[in-house]
T-cell receptor
Framework: DSGVTQTPKHLITATGQRVTLRCSPR?????VYWYQQSLDQGLQFLIQ???????AKGNILERFSAQQFPDLHSELNLSSLELGDSALYFC?????????????FGSGTQLSVL | AQKITQTQPGMFVQEKEAVTLDCTYD???????LFWYKQPSSGEMIFLIY??????QNATEGRYSLNFQKARKSANLVISASQLGDSAMYFC???????????FGKGTRLHILP
């Protein structure tokens, strides 16, 4: 158990809908990362937050948004869903998000858009 | 821009043999870190080993070692005495000093044969 909690584990929804994925980092970790894993694109970095502030941004679509709350949990919001958004979404955390700390990954949320 | 390349989509290796998984990277920043993660069929991401760009010696963690060749920009993972439980997807990843995102290669699927 990595200590990072992601909910829900599975999500099935329809095109055009909006969903929210939730992540609770390990106790004491201030930095949260979001990744999208699809079969053809591998692990794509979406966005990173540190202590409530956005720190780094990857190839995150405009339809996607995220935030980190004062209690350090994070949510990834996906809207106007398309079939191609079906993927495994990982959250990871680290203590400070700089230097070269390893990431601790949650078990992921499997999103299926039908 | 940062780039990670894993050129071996899949590998088949006999149990107890040593395995080398290739990873090359590209960055213009002199300060960076390299990581390897394992993803078994259950889906979780497991940290294996880390190498910093200024580390003088190659990193080792049990049966895992990282063959770091800075001039060639390669960071190959070596697994000694492979076991059936090593069958998994393996990802190479990098963070450079300019920002905090960690990017991943597309992975190598390793199959250990009995």
């Amino acid at each position: 158990d990595s200590g990072v909690t992601q909910t829900p584990k599975h999500l099935i929804t329809a095109t055009g809908q909006r969903v929210t994925l939730r992540c609770s980092p390990r106790s004491g970790d201030l930095s949260v990362y979001w990744y999208q894993q699809s079969l053809d694109q591998g692990l794509q970095f979406l966005i990173q937050y540190y202590n409530g502030e956005e720190r780094a941004k990857g190839n995150i679509l405009e339809r996607f948004s995220a935030q980190q709350f004062p209690d350090l949990h994070s949510e990834l919001n996906l809207s106007s869903l398309e079939l191609g958004d079906s993927a495994l979404y990982f959250c990871a955390s680290s203590v400070a998000g700089d230097g070269n700390e390893k990431l601790f990954f949650g078990s992921g949320t499997q999103l299926s858009v039908l | 821009a940062q780039k990670i390349t894993q050129t071996q989509p899949g590998m088949f290796v006999q149990e107890k043999e040593a395995v080398t998984l290739d990873c090359t990277y590209d960055t213009s920043d002199p300060s960076y870190g390299l990581f390897w993660y394992k993803q078994p069929s259950s889906g979780e991401m497991i940290f294996l080993i880390y190498q910093g760009s200024y580390d003088q010696q190659n990193a080792t963690e049990g049966r895992y070692s990282l063959n770091f060749q800075k001039a060639r920009k390669s960071a190959n993972l070596v697994i000694s005495a492979s076991q059936l439980g090593d069958s998994a997807m393996y990802f190479c990843a990098m963070r450079d000093g300019r920002d905090d995102k960690i990017i991943f290669g597309k992975g190598t699927r390793l199959h250990i044969l009995p």
